[in-house]
C-alpha cells in the first residue's frame, strides 16, 4: 500500500506561483511513475502533469505547459509540481497520484492508469 500526501496548497494572486509537494511513503517510491491531476467543482478530475520513474518522461496538459514543471526526488520519496504563472482558471483541487509502470519511461496520461491516490490540496488564484 502506498500513501501520498499533498502540501503546499493555498491562496495566491494571478501571475505568482506555488509549489506542491507530494511525499509518498513506500520503500519502492523509485518504481513508480507519479502523476498530478486537478479537479474542478462539479467535473471529473483532469490530467496535469506526469513523471515516468527513471524521470526520462514527463508529458503536460497543455494548459500548463510552459508554466508548470514536475519533478521528483527519489531519495526523499517526494514529487513536486512547480507552478509558475499562476491563472484564475488553475483554481482547483490538485491530486498527487502514483502508478506501478509497465516500462521506466512510462507515465500515465490517464486517471485509470493510477492506483494510489493523495487526499488533494487546494489551489485558489484570485484575479
Known amino acids: 500500500q502506498v500513501q501520498l500526501v499533498e502540501s503546499g496548497g493555498g491562496l495566491v494572486q494571478a501571475g505568482g506561483s506555488l509549489r506542491l509537494s507530494c511525499a509518498a511513503s513506500?520503500?519502492?517510491?523509485?518504481?513508480?511513475?507519479m502523476g498530478w491531476f486537478r479537479q474542478y467543482p462539479g467535473k471529473e478530475r483532469e490530467f496535469v502533469a506526469a513523471?515516468?520513474?527513471?524521470?526520462?518522461?514527463?508529458d503536460y496538459a497543455d494548459s500548463v505547459k510552459g508554466r508548470f514543471t514536475i519533478s521528483r526526488v527519489n531519495a526523499k520519496n517526494t514529487v513536486y509540481l512547480q507552478m509558475n504563472n499562476l491563472k484564475p482558471e488553475d483554481t482547483a483541487v490538485y491530486y498527487c497520484?502514483?502508478?506501478?509502470?509497465?516500462?521506466?519511461?512510462?507515465?500515465?496520461?490517464?486517471?485509470?492508469?493510477?492506483?494510489?491516490w493523495g487526499q488533494g490540496t487546494q489551489i485558489t488564484v484570485s484575479s
Open positions: 497520484a502514483a502508478a506501478v509502470p509497465i516500462y521506466s519511461a512510462y507515465a500515465p496520461l490517464a486517471e485509470s492508469g493510477y492506483e494510489y
Open positions: 513523471i515516468s520513474r527513471d524521470e526520462s518522461t514527463t
Open positions: 513506500t520503500r519502492t517510491f523509485g518504481s513508480l511513475a
